[in-house]
């Protein structure tokens, strides 16, 4: 198991721009490398959605919802995975959670995005 830490959720308005951070600070560079990685979201009343997925080769692959606007990416040296939101919508409105794929899940953090 990972051991991941959210940041960088908040308001926003419509149109603009957000950057979630998941850092897995207890993982060593040569497990980091190996992970698989995942976005979901999950919307009041509905069920967790996978928004974005990154290999640990760093092929990636994005909801229809969110595609051309969320890009995963990830920076090995700092053990961090990184969502950035842009042209966000009020149906992106969510908490969000970051997932070492069958090894660990981030805490959430809230994304709500006013009209």
């Known amino acids: 198991q990972v051991h991941l830490v959210q940041s960088g959720g908040g308001l926003v308005q419509a149109g603009g721009s957000l950057k979630l951070s998941c850092k897995a600070s207890?993982?060593?560079?040569?497990?980091?490398?190996?992970?698989?990685w995942d976005w979901y979201r999950q919307a009041p009343g509905q069920q967790r959605e996978l928004v974005a997925s990154?290999?640990?080769?760093?092929?990636?692959d994005y909801a229809d919802s969110v595609n051309g606007r969320f890009t995963i990416s990830r920076e090995n040296t700092r053990r961090t995975v990184y969502l950035q939101m842009n042209s966000l919508k009020p149906e992106d409105t969510a908490v969000y959670y970051c997932?070492?794929?069958?090894?660990?899940w981030g805490q959430g953090t809230q994304v709500t995005v006013s009209g």
């Open positions: 990154m290999t640990s080769d760093g092929a990636t």
């Open positions: 997932a070492a794929r069958g090894q660990g």
């Open positions: 207890r993982t060593i560079l040569s497990v980091f490398w190996a992970i698989d």
